[in-house]
């Protein structure tokens, strides 16, 4: 018999389905309802950009699915595996965390200096190696082998929550050239604006239901094998086919940076850093806007 947290998860998965085919038809309906005054040409412009946002979304939002289940099946058992498995002291366990942290904070302003300069398709599928090869080292009991499990996990973290966006962006902003005709035809900037927003939110809806399922299987698996590292093992697998599902699926795209030398690139990301100082200085709501999301993550890795 299906338990209380199944039964929530599917009504309002449910619900959540119901909401996009009503989003889908009135998109639908308003799209038809703009035709007006537009000539055959930009009717076969936009509708060769609607089939092809589309394809785009689909082939985003798949992998995202995967890369987000394959990070939410690890974080409610973490802790768990390190201090009840592992016995570990509490101390040990507060370096470990903080270890990947401090590796997620410092490569996060470099992470879209690697990208634009060498492909966000390309760093994509190393998030994919680097945080497979976390789930790999976390199955032994070794300190400093954990260390550098959370070296690994704390970059590919920074990775993940950069780089793919970043690659979806690119990807709708390249579908014109793409597909032969002018990005400044009457109606495209408009269609493909929409288009990304649409894509973003249902990322957003995923990522949810994909929470969702990820912790009712991390905790069949923990309950079937006895122990914690059941879920990075199914992480780890499912983050290495990944990794071949992009190489086949997308396209590689670059930054305007893309031609230049690591160190100049770096010292560009380092300047417009001190750009964005002066920016949250000027403009207290960026600094507002920081702290509220700042006590926001915070309570949810506290929780």
């Known amino acids: 018999m299906a338990g209380f947290f199944e039964i929530q998860l599917g009504v309002l998965a449910s619900f959540c389905g119901i909401a996009m085919i009503f989003e889908r038809y009135s998109l639908k309906t308003g799209s038809e309802n703009r035709t007006a005054g537009r000539n055959d040409e930009d009717e076969i412009h936009l509708g060769g950009l609607s089939k092809a946002s589309d394809s785009l979304a689909m082939r985003y939002l798949g992998i995202y699915a995967i890369v987000m289940g394959s990070d939410w099946l690890q ?8 201090r009840e498995q592992y016995r570990f002291t509490e101390r040990q366990v507060a370096i470990l965390f903080v270890t990947g942290f401090i590796a997620a904070g410092t490569s996060g302003p470099f992470v879209g200096v690697w990208a634009d300069q060498h492909g966000r398709k390309k760093l994509c599928r190393i998030f994919c190696l680097t945080y497979a090869g976390s789930c790999l080292v976390i199955q032994q009991p070794f300190f400093p082998l954990l260390l550098v499990g959370r070296l690994l996990g704390g970059i590919s973290t920074a ?8 690659w ?3 990807a709708y902003q390249g579908l014109p050239a793409a597909l032969a005709f002018s990005s400044t035809a009457p109606g495209v900037k408009d269609a493909i604006s929409k288009a990304l927003s649409r894509t973003m939110g249902h990322a957003s809806l995923v990522n949810g239901i994909v929470a969702a399922v990820a912790g009712i299987v991390a905790n069949w698996i923990v309950e079937q094998t006895s122990g914690f590292r059941g879920p990075f093992m199914l992480s780890g697998a499912l983050l290495v086919l990944t990794f071949f599902i992009i190489g086949t699926q997308w396209d590689e795209n670059y930054g305007t940076g893309a031609s230049s030398g690591t160190v100049a690139v770096a010292g560009g990301e380092l300047t417009k850093l001190k750009q964005a100082i002066g920016l949250v200085r000027r403009e207290p709501a960026y600094l507002v806007l920081g702290f509220t999301q700042t006590c926001f993550e915070g309570s949810m890795y506290l929780f």
Do not use: D, N, Q, R
Not at 75 to 82: C, Q, R
């Open 75 to 82: 974080g409610p058992y973490v802790y768990s595996l390190y």
């Open 168 to 170: 979806l962006v690119a």
């Open 159 to 166: 990775i993940l929550f950069s780089v793919f966006e970043s």
